[in-house]
């Protein structure tokens, strides 16, 4: 995701070195029509080379924008090889093209197939009737009504009185707002606190552990720890004098989706921890040190000199844990089955996806309406990274 | 045993990120010693504080600095009094041990599980009397009669290794040219890969579905192999080609004036010089493959093709869920991952890392 250097690479400044501005416009100009790409030609996306030669060449003649150079050779390093790169990019370059094809087309065509043809369809079908696995005729967004008034999706009723089952995507996002905030401040506490031990890199890896282990597992692992006889939740709770709290707290309507939240929390932690770790790395200990000197204390240290060097990784941090949850498959289906628990209280969209495209009755024009509405709700936060750098 | 004075413990060591080994706080200053044995007063612009006033003169003649350094000026009790941790440091490493403990509990009590009866796990795996220690459950679990797990690690391994290796070989030879070759639509597939990494796998599944069904690879080995491929590409190229940018064109500049074509280029100095990237991508590749629920669950449906994750959760039973059983199953399907992760945290963490923040 790292645009900027992207920029450097495609902005054709290697070509034209006296264009030195960014691209930022362009490549925004040429975002926008990936969509049409994607859905049209996703096998055939490399024979229109001809085609879109001229689209590449465009912006860079347009480009006016912001500047988002970051690192500008030295001219005469990318000067050197000016006239041989003009008269290799005007003169028609058998070699080059073939091996162009040779190292993209295996890889690209894999790529294709099976990740951009799949989203194009069911971006498609997502428009479609379905019979079973089989397309139908046009039936514009009646799939994405009928998807909306689904109470599976959202329960308006329960959602007004904040009652569970509230519907795949409410919970989802309850889950986002609760487990986002949560994972990333003690990612960052956990961070900070490890950052000048002796022996940090096996705290910090006991921490990680969890994001290392199938997902499928930290689901059993809810289940074990919150088991009314065998948890230690509960036992805890019957240590502390709580007795009458013990229950099976995956299967409490109410509360079942908190306790499977700490669980993502848990995980998710190790992960931000992580990204910390190594933004507080580059901080510059002199920086530090100075700081102590000229009589900051702890807090101050933290908010004048530490945080802003960090802040940037909290995007990243949030934003990842965003579509970590948004993705959230595994820990639900091993605590609560393909239903989202009993009587689907803590179900999320990649369940409802689930059950309804592969279990009957079988509704492949929703199940790709639902996950749709989770791209939707993460492409623009990813592309918001892309463009941060 | 000359300790070296000019140690100061409010220099912590801040830089030594990930080389540091894990010894006792404090007390450390004894193995000090060995590299301050020798007579050379070694220059440490820091210590001043405890530094006989003479050494910080500049410019001594040659002749008056001593043959040895200058003797302790402190006894033991001040110099113990000085370099044990402070008590807020104490503190700290207290509370973060506690936290990283804390961390792990689950999966003590899952390996505490796998190795007893159930009657003891539901009476609580934390009860240490009268433990017996078994390795029944674990044999139970390879012989799981749905889906013997023994057969499902050979799977999860059969899907998993080329998933990997591939996607290793094609990622490498697509990066190459996203970031050294300029060509039509690279913003456009740039774009289709940022796309595809923020789309949640369920997007794919149905379109991937259909595909290997009218093809007739669904529910086989190479199906899965294919659409773990095709998922994971997009990562990769992206994370190789931002690790080639890197690399300074300039060797492949000489080598193209030698007249090297762009594949003995690509072979014989692309590939050997991005070896710790391909390791990351390897580690990483191979946990996400290996950890994959949902594209299991989607495409292989005869048990005798079940990877291990798909296993476990139908070990769960009906009514009395067997502990003993999920929890060895668990953790003979997790201990691959973790222990590669362990081997080489490294590559682990840094592609990590540089795959998202960068």
């Known amino acids: 995701m790292d645009l900027r250097s992207h920029l450097d690479a495609v902005g054709l400044d290697r070509l034209w070195p006296l264009s030195t501005s960014g691209d930022g416009d362009a490549t925004a100009g040429n975002g926008t029509s990936e969509d049409e790409d994607a859905t049209a030609g996703n096998g055939t996306s490399e024979d229109e080379n001809g085609a879109a030669a001229n689209e590449t060449n465009d912006p860079a003649q347009t480009d006016g924008g912001s500047t988002v150079h970051s690192d500008p050779g030295p001219p005469s390093a990318s000067g050197g090889g000016f006239s041989r790169r003009v008269s290799r990019r005007l003169g028609i370059d058998h070699e080059k093209a073939t091996a162009l094809a040779i190292f993209l087309l295996p890889g690209m065509t894999l790529f294709a197939i099976f990740s951009i043809g799949p989203i194009a369809y069911s971006a498609v079908g997502s428009f479609f009737s379905w019979d079973a696995f089989t397309i139908g005729e046009f039936v514009a967004f009646e799939n994405w009504i009928a998807t909306f008034r689904d109470p599976l999706i959202i329960n308006w009723e329960n959602l007004r009185e904040f009652r569970f089952p509230m519907g795949a995507l409410p919970q989802n996002l309850l889950w986002v707002v609760i487990h986002v905030p949560l994972s990333t401040l003690l990612g960052l506490g956990l961070a900070l606190l490890f950052a000048d031990l002796r022996g940090r890199r096996i705290l910090r890896s006991m921490v990680f552990l969890g994001f290392t282990t199938p997902t499928i597992i930290i689901g059993l692992i809810m289940l074990f720890i919150y088991d009314p006889q065998a948890g230690i939740f509960n036992e805890l709770l019957r240590v502390i004098g709580l007795e009458a709290q013990v229950r099976n707290w995956t299967q409490s309507p109410q509360v079942a989706i908190y306790a499977l939240i700490v669980g993502g929390v848990w995980v998710q932690t190790g992960f931000s921890m992580l990204l910390y770790s190594s933004a507080l790395a580059a901080v510059d200990p002199s920086l530090i040190e100075s700081a102590k000197i000229d009589g900051a204390g702890r807090i101050r240290r933290f908010r004048d000199v530490i945080w802003p060097q960090v802040r940037p990784v909290t995007a990243v941090v949030v934003i990842m844990g965003i579509i970590w949850v948004l993705r959230m498959f595994d820990i639900v289906y091993a605590a609560g089955g393909s239903a989202g628990g009993p009587n689907h209280v803590y179900s999320v969209l990649g369940i409802e996806v689930y059950r309804a495209a592969f279990e009957p009755p079988i509704q492949y024009g929703n199940a790709m309406v639902v996950a749709l509405v989770e791209l939707l709700i993460v492409a623009p936060l990813a592309l918001y990274i892309a463009r941060m750098r | ?358």
Not at chain 2, 33 to 42: A, C, K, L, S, Y
Not at chain 2, 178 to 186: D, S
């Open chain 2, 1 to 358: 045993m000359t300790e070296d004075d000019t140690t100061d413990d409010s220099i912590e060591d801040p830089t030594d990120d990930g080389i540091d080994e894990p010894s006792a706080s404090g007390t450390s200053d004894e193995t000090d010693g060995g590299d301050g044995t020798e007579p050379e007063p070694v220059a440490h612009p820091d210590g001043g504080a405890s530094t006989p006033a003479g050494a910080r003169e500049q410019y001594i003649p040659a002749a008056d600095i001593p043959d040895s350094r200058p003797a302790r000026d402190r006894d033991w009790a001040v110099w113990l009094r000085d370099h044990a941790p402070s008590l807020r440091r104490t503190l700290t490493y207290a509370v973060a041990i506690g936290v990283a403990i804390l961390w792990i509990v689950p999966f003590i009590g899952l390996f505490m599980a796998s190795l007893r009866p159930l009657s003891e796990i539901i009476g609580g795996w934390w009860q240490l009397e009268g433990m017996t220690l078994t390795l029944e459950n674990y044999q139970r679990a390879w012989e799981y009669q749905t889906a013997p797990l023994g057969r499902a690690l050979i799977n999860t391994m059969i899907v998993t290794l080329p998933s990997v290796l591939v996607v290793m070989l094609l990622g490498a030879m697509a990066a190459y040219p996203f970031a050294r070759f300029e060509f039509p639509l690279k913003t456009v597939i740039f774009f289709a890969i940022l796309l595809v990494m923020a789309a949640p796998p369920e997007l794919v599944a149905m379109g991937n579905y259909n595909t290997l069904r009218n093809t007739g690879m669904f529910d086989t080995y190479m199906g899965l192999i294919l659409v773990h491929i095709g998922w994971g590409l997009g990562w990769v190229v992206l994370f190789l080609r931002n690790y080639l940018l890197g690399i300074p064109e300039e060797l492949e500049e000489a080598a193209r004036i030698d007249g090297a074509s762009r594949f003995q280029i690509f072979r014989t100095i692309i590939l050997p010089l991005s070896v710790p990237a391909l390791v990351s991508v390897a580690v990483i590749q191979f946990t996400w493959v290996w950890n994959a629920f949902f594209f299991p669950l989607v495409f292989m449906r005869s048990p005798d093709l079940y990877l291990a994750p798909q296993v476990l959760p139908l070990m769960r039973g009906r009514l009395q869920v067997d502990w003993g059983l999920v929890a060895a199953g668990s953790i003979m399907t997790m201990v691959v991952p973790i222990v590669l992760f362990l081997l080489l945290e490294r590559y682990y963490t840094r592609g990590m890392v540089a795959a998202v923040v960068d």
